[in-house]
């Protein structure tokens, strides 16, 4: 069965200090690897897709890896902005535009 | 960013009740899909629909359903409201690059 692990649950950060967000996935062939960015009361923002192991993508103070088994969100210098909820999502590549999510990271930077 | 139009923003039912929701994929494109996101469970797949035809279904019961005209305009349908259907509704439609892009989703409030 397709799965996918957010790991931590939750993060507290300091302005300034950098941090990873780990999500592990189990998938029956992989199309592609997506990150998104969710403001409370709004829609997913997306953030990355990643479709290859090794693959590496960045969007100012976000890069996304990804590995066969799993992915990172590294924040660099985390801004106070950045405080949301982040989302792994997988695709499998028979399943055309069903995502499978995890439960998602809470982040809160500190001023 | 990505234009997926969705309405209404706010709902509130009350049980037995049903509801339609309606969503606009990103303008020229024909693949919707519909994800339920509540706090118990996170971000669920739905169904999705292209050209007019469910391609592919989550596990839901019947009481859900849905339906994609010409224009690509998506409806979804909830019959015989439950409590545990208070969610946010979220539509997505992708990109011709494969990014997946969310809407603000539809708020509905079951009392």
């Not at chain 1, 649950?9 to 969710?38: D, H, I, K, M, P």
């Amino acid at each position: 069965e397709d799965q996918v692990t957010q790991s931590p649950e939750a993060l507290r950060l300091q302005e300034g200090e950098s941090s990873s967000l780990n999500c592990s996935y189990t998938v029956s062939g992989l199309r592609g690897l997506f990150w998104y960015r969710q403001d409370p009361g709004k829609g997913p923002e997306f953030l990355f897709t990643l479709y290859s192991a090794g693959e590496e993508k960045e969007k100012e103070r976000l890069k996304a890896t990804l590995t066969k088994k799993e992915s990172f969100l590294h924040i660099t210098a985390p801004k106070p902005e950045d405080s949301a909820t982040y989302l792994c999502a997988v695709q499998a590549r028979d399943s055309s535009y069903k995502l499978i999510f995890g439960s998602g990271t809470r982040l809160l930077v500190r001023p | 960013k990505a234009g997926v139009t969705q309405t209404p923003r706010y709902l509130i039912k009350t049980r037995g009740q049903q509801v339609t929701l309606s969503c606009s994929p990103i303008s020229g494109h024909r693949s919707v899909s519909w994800y339920q996101q509540t706090p118990g469970q996170g971000l669920q797949f739905l169904f999705e629909y292209f050209s007019e035809t469910q391609r592919n279904k989550g596990n839901f019961p019947g009481r859900f359903s849905g339906r994609q005209f010409s224009n690509s305009r998506s409806e979804m349908n909830v019959s015989t409201l439950e409590l545990g259907d208070s969610a946010l509704y979220l539509c997505a439609s992708p990109t011709r690059t494969g990014e997946l892009f969310f809407g603000e989703g539809s708020r509905l409030t079951v009392l």
